[in-house]
C-alpha cells in the first residue's frame, strides 16, 4: 500500500493562515491503515487547528469529512461533499500526493463558480508493506518492469540503497547495509533466499542494463486498458 | 594488447607490479595534484585518480588524470556509477581515451549519504559489473551499449574493485568471478589487513581459475595512528583490523606508531608477493603521498621496472 506521515503541524498551519473556513479531508484507504490521514487522524488535526485558532482569536471555521478513497471519482462523486468543498477556503487534504492531486482535479472540474484550493496534510513516502505494530518498510519502486522471480521475491531496485541488480556491494556487513546499519542488505536477504530455494544459479547470471523506459526514468506514467474502456 | 597501458605490458609480462593512489584536491588547484604526483613518480607503475572519493566534491578524476599524464605519470581513471547515466559515462570513455588515458575503475561508488551532499540524488543507472561489461562492448565490438558504432579507436584496460572481507564472505569469489564473465582485466582489492582471512579468500579465487583470467592486486593502506586502525575498523564496511596488529602498533609507543605502521605494511607488502594469485598490489597511501618512496624502498620495490 501507499505509506504516508502526516506534515509537523506548524507547516499545515502556515497553509491555511488568513483562510477562514477550512475542510480537512481524510481518506478511508491506504493511509487510514498507515494511521496517516483516515478518520482518527482527520479529527486529530482538526483538534489541533480548533485549538491552535484559539489561543490566536481566530474564528476559523473547522470541519472534518472522510472520502473512502480520493484517488477515484466514484468516491468523491457526493452531493453533500461537493456543497462542503464548494463552502470551503481551503482543503487539506489528508490522502497521499495521488489523493490530493485527484480530488484537487476532481473538484476543479466539478466546480464552476471557484477554484478549489487542495494542500497536502502528509507527506507520501512509499509503497510498502506493514511489518509490525506502527512500522512500515518500503518495497517496491514501481520501475515497471518486474524482477522478483530472479530475486526470490526480494526487490533489489527498491531494497539496495544502490539499486545494484548483481549482487552486494563491498558495503554489505553482517546482513546490514551500509547506508544504515538497521537496513537490511537487500543482496544478502536475496542470496539465503535464492540458497533456500536452490535457485543460487541465477546469482552466476549477469543482468544487464536495465531499461528504466517503463520507469519514471520515461516520463509520467499512464495505464491504459482498451478492453475495459467504454 | 587491450589499451598497451604500461600497467597492461607489465602485468602481462609477469612483473610484480605496484599502482597507488591519489585523491584529487576539493578545487581546482593543480598544482596539489601536481605535487602528490611528483612523490609518487618513478615510485608505482601507475596510480589510481579516485571520483570524488567518499562522494566528497573534489576536482573531476578525467581532469586530474590528464594533470598526471602531463606530469610524465600513468594514471588510472576510476570511474563510480553513483553520479553518471550510461551516456555521461560513455562520453567521458570517449574524453579519456582522448586525453590518452589507458586505465580505469569501475566502482559502484559510495553513497552519497557519506559525503558532504548526502541531499544530493543519485543515479546508479548501471551497476559496476554492467559498466565492465560496457567498457569492453566498447572497446573490442566498437559499439555503445545501443549498438551505435564507435567512431575512432576506443582503448582501455579495465579495472575494477573486490572486497574480499564483506559479507557474505563465501560469495564473495563468485562476484569476482562475474566480474571476470563481464571482461575485467584487472582487480583491486579493498585494503587487506586480516591476512589469514585474505589468504583463505585468494585461496579460493585460486581453486576458481579467477586469477588466470583477470590479474589481482592486493589492497593495503598504511595504518597511521592507532585512532586510525580504530576509526577504520569501527567505521569502514569490510575492514577488519585484527588485535595483534593494533597492539603492535601500541606496542611502539608515542611517536613510534607511523614508522611502526609502515613496518606492518612492508612486511604484509613482502607477503602478499607470495600469495599464489596475487599480481600486484595496490598501494593506497592517501594523505600519505609522500612517505610512499619511503615505504617502497623499504618494502624492497625499488626500482620499479621499466616498460
Known sequence: ?????????????????????????????????????????????????????????????????????????????????????????????????????????????????????????????????????????????????CVLEKTGGICPITRCAKSLLNGPCGGSFNGKCEVNKDTDCAWHLIIERLEALGELDNLKKIEMYKDWRPSHSGGPRKTVREDMKI | MKSGSNLERLLERGEFVVTGELGPPKGPDANVVKEKAAMLKDHVDAVNITDNQSATVRMSSIAACKILIDEGLEPTMQMVARDRNRIAMMADLFGATALGIKNMLCLSGDHQIFGNHPEAKNVFDIDSIQMIHMVKTMRDEHKVICEDEIEGEFTMYIGAACNPFADPAWYRPHRLAKKVEAGVDFIQTQCIYDMNRFRAFMKQVVDMGLHEKCKILAGVTPLKSIGMARYMAANVSGIIIPDDMINRLRDAGKGNVAAEGIKILCEQMQELKDIEGVAGIHLMAIEWEHRVPEIMKMAGFLPRPTV
Not at chain 1, 505509506?3 to 481518506?27: N, Q, T, Y
Not at chain 1, 485558532?53 to 453533500?80: I, K, S
Not at chain 1, 497521499?96 to 476532481?106: E, I, L, M, P, Y
Open chain 1, 1 to 145: 500500500m501507499i505509506v504516508g506521515e502526516r506534515k509537523p503541524f506548524s507547516e499545515i498551519l502556515s497553509m491555511v493562515e488568513g483562510d477562514s473556513k477550512i475542510l480537512i479531508l481524510g481518506c478511508g484507504s491506504c493511509v487510514t491503515v498507515c494511521m496517516a490521514g483516515g478518520e482518527e487522524e482527520v479529527k486529530i488535526l482538526g483538534s489541533q487547528l480548533r485549538m491552535a485558532f484559539r489561543r490566536n482569536g481566530n474564528n476559523a471555521e473547522v470541519t472534518e469529512l472522510v472520502a473512502l478513497r480520493q484517488c477515484d471519482d466514484e468516491y468523491l462523486e457526493d452531493t453533500p461533499l461537493i456543497e462542503k468543498v464548494k463552502d470551503a477556503d481551503i482543503v487539506i487534504s489528508m490522502a497521499c500526493g495521488v489523493g490530493v492531486q485527484h480530488a484537487s482535479t476532481f473538484f476543479n472540474r466539478v466546480i464552476d463558480d471557484k477554484t478549489i484550493r487542495v494542500v497536502p496534510a502528509l507527506n507520501t513516502t512509499f509503497m510498502g508493506a506493514n511489518i509490525d505494530v506502527g512500522e512500515w518498510h518500503e518495497r517496491c519502486l514501481g520501475c515497471g518492469d
